[in-house]
């Protein structure tokens, strides 16, 4: 197969979750890609896992001394760099009152401000080598609001606004850049799994989640991973600024 042959893409969060499975399915497709993650053991065990079409490193979204070297070796690496995928974030459970102000920097550090740092460096690169795809990865979350997820709603609402304005500016300067948001809803990944076990009750906790879609059975990693092939793909030329929700009809009613 080969909807990207040709292309480099840097996915963030590369070792587990949607952003492994996304590198996977890029790479199936004839993409050559880097695996970013702070976990840098479980980049390089997934990026070995592809073979030979991919590399890892180590990559803390809050640092741009991080998010350069990554780009420098992707670059190295590669040849070039056509594809972003920001799938790095955190998920913290916290209302209005509950959450620290600790807390909230952080969130909003990796989700949001680690997006914006990724898609500046990217703009830069790609203008220069002819345009590029931009995916962030939102959240249903970033449209509609949890009564204890404040900071999480937050970041992720920011992420689909930053996405839209970057679309627009791109666009208008001509870059050749397109950039949208994906917004899963309940999808399978440890991220997911690591917030259920922490709950108060994750018997209880498991059961609202089961409970969220619509449809009878639950997302997953490879499920956004092939909307995000789909966006990072010359296929998509045209979806540029959107925001592609993949929730199973939870955001419909």
């Not at 949607?18 to 065990?45: F, H, S, Y």
Request: glycine content about 12%; some cysteine.
């Amino acid at each position: 197969m080969s909807r990207v042959d040709d292309k480099v893409a840097l996915v963030t969060g590369g070792g587990s979750g949607i952003g492994a499975a996304t590198a996977r399915i890029l790479a199936g497709e004839g993409a050559r890609v880097m695996l970013a993650d702070i976990d840098d053991k479980a980049a390089a065990d997934a990026a070995a896992a592809i073979g030979d079409n991919a590399a890892s490193s180590r990559l803390d979204v809050t640092k741009q001394d991080d998010w350069d070297r990554v780009a420098a070796e992707t670059l190295d690496a590669f040849g070039g760099w056509h594809v972003l995928v920001n799938c790095a974030g955190i998920l913290r459970r916290g209302s209005i009152e509950g959450t620290s102000l600790e807390e909230w920097y952080q969130v909003i550090d990796v989700n949001l401000t680690g997006t914006w740092r990724g898609c500046r460096l990217a703009v830069a690169h790609m203008r220069e080598n002819g345009g590029g795809s931009i995916v962030n990865l939102s959240s249903v979350s970033g449209i509609v609001g949890d009564a204890d997820l404040c900071a999480y709603d937050s970041s992720k609402g920011g992420v689909r606004l930053l996405t839209k304005s970057i679309a627009l500016y791109c666009a208008e300067n001509n870059l050749g850049i397109r950039c949208n948001s994906v917004h899963p809803g309940v999808i399978e990944t440890p991220m997911v799994h690591n917030y259920i076990a922490e709950s108060d009750d994750p018997v209880r906790e498991r059961e609202i989640w089961d409970g969220y879609m619509p449809v009878d059975f639950q997302g997953t990693a490879d499920d956004v991973g092939m909307l995000i092939l789909y966006l990072s793909s010359d296929e998509s030329r045209l979806v540029n600024g959107a925001e592609m929700v993949i929730d199973g009809g939870t955001t419909a009613g």
